[in-house]
Each structure stands twice: as structure tokens, then as C-alpha cells.
């Protein structure tokens, strides 16, 4: 990969960071409600499902943030090894760090590393699948 090139992602690398930043942590806190109405029990579990969803957009706001970090890490202390699988260590292609700057993983690997999750149905984006 050339100079301009990992500068370009950089860039973008750094653009997303300060967007996730200033979107800050979605509010978790269903009890701060209008006082002219007042919750009642029926709205308990509405709260609650909205409360999970909040808590896991955060999540993963959280490790996307942790990803950024990492391969602006790279970056900077490794230039060189930046774009390399972490697992099977052939390079990533371009296509898809210029969308996922932060992928740490190629397509294939990736899709090995997640397939074991505990939910077992991870959703998937089209642009796991770029090449
Ligand atoms: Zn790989």
C-alpha cells in the first residue's frame, strides 16, 4: 500500500472516530420521561426492549470505536504491517478497507471469527462480503 493511500484511510479513520465521539452514548434512560405522562406499568416492557436496544447500539458503537483505535495504533507504530489479516496475515484488499478502515480481518477470516458468536445469527452487511 502506498503513502497516500494509508493516508486517505487515516483521514477517514480519524473523520469517523470524531463522528462516533460527538454522537456520544445514545441516552439509556428510559425513566426520564415528559412528567405531563406519567409511565404507567403497560409501558414497562417497551422501556425495557428500547433500553436493550439502546445498550447494544452502544456496544457496538463502542467496539467500532475500539477497532478505530487499534488500526490507527497500526498506523502510526507499524505503517507498514497496516491492512494485513491479523489471523491468516495476507493483505486486505484495498476495496474493502476503503469502506472498513478499521477491518482488522480479511473477508474470510472474518466471517470464521464471528461465526461462533453466542447469538448465533449475526447479521450480515454487504459490505462483509467485499473483495
Ligand atoms: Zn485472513
Given at each position: ?19 462516533l ?18 409511565a404507567?406499568e403497560d409501558e ?17 458503537r ?13 498506523l ?16 486486505i ?5 476503503k ?24 447479521r450480515?452487511?454487504?459490505?462483509d462480503?467485499?473483495?
Open positions: 500500500m502506498d503513502k497516500s493511500t494509508r493516508e486517505e484511510l487515516r483521514t477517514h479513520l480519524v473523520e469517523r472516530r470524531s463522528e465521539i460527538r454522537e456520544g452514548d445514545l441516552r439509556a434512560d428510559p425513566n426520564r420521561v415528559d412528567p405531563s405522562e406519567q404507567d414497562q416492557p417497551l422501556n425495557e426492549m428500547q433500553q436493550a436496544i439502546i445498550s447494544r447500539r452502544n456496544k457496538v463502542s467496539q467500532e470505536l475500539a477497532g478505530i483505535d487499534a488500526a490507527l495504533r497500526r502510526k507504530e507499524e505503517p507498514d504491517e497496516y491492512g494485513r489479516c491479523v489471523d491468516c496475515d495476507e493483505w484488499p484495498l476495496g474493502r478497507l469502506l472498513l478502515p478499521w477491518a482488522q480481518r480479511c473477508v474470510q477470516c472474518e466471517s470464521e471469527h464471528s461465526g461462533g458468536s453466542p447469538t448465533g445469527h449475526r450480515r452487511h454487504a459490505r462480503f467485499i473483495d
